[in-house]
């Protein structure tokens, strides 16, 4: 089974970048559908990106369209979060999810099963 480890997130000013990462443990990342998940305290969890099996679909959330970008390396078994122009609205735990699936990227929360612990992203002004 995958295991999901986050990494890249921190503390930044309002217009700086970061890119966050998700590593995978175990074998058959290829067959995952990956998504970016975020939620902020008293707001539900929501996706701003996801990215098909083989990276040829993607997703994004109107608030994060032309921001941010999603991006897998099935070798390296990992996928990728591309930040940009960072506002404080995007400060949230940040979390990476999969979901075996040959089909689009998926963006309901329901859809994933495996989940990382999160990491927090703070954007000050």
């Known amino acids: 089974q995958v295991q999901l480890v986050e990494s890249g997130g921190g503390w930044v000013q309002a217009g700086d970048s970061l890119r966050l990462s998700c590593t995978a443990s175990?074998?058959?990342?290829?067959?995952?559908?990956m998504g970016w998940f975020r939620q902020a305290p008293g707001r539900e969890r929501e996706c701003v990106a996801a990215?098909?099996?083989?990276?040829?679909?993607?997703y994004y959330a109107d608030s994060v369209k032309g921001r941010f970008i999603v991006s897998r390396d099935n070798a390296k078994n990992a996928v990728y979060l591309q930040m940009n122009s960072l506002s404080p609205e995007d400060t949230a735990v940040y979390y990476c999810?999969?979901?075996?699936?040959?089909?689009?990227?998926?963006?309901?929360?329901?859809?994933?099963?495996?989940w990382g612990q999160g990491t927090q992203v703070t954007v000050s002004s």
């Open positions: 999810a999969a979901e075996q699936s040959y089909g689009g990227p998926l963006y309901d929360s329901r859809d994933y099963y495996l």
């Open positions: 175990g074998r058959a990342f290829s067959t995952y559908s």
């Open positions: 990215i098909s099996w083989n990276g040829g679909s993607t």
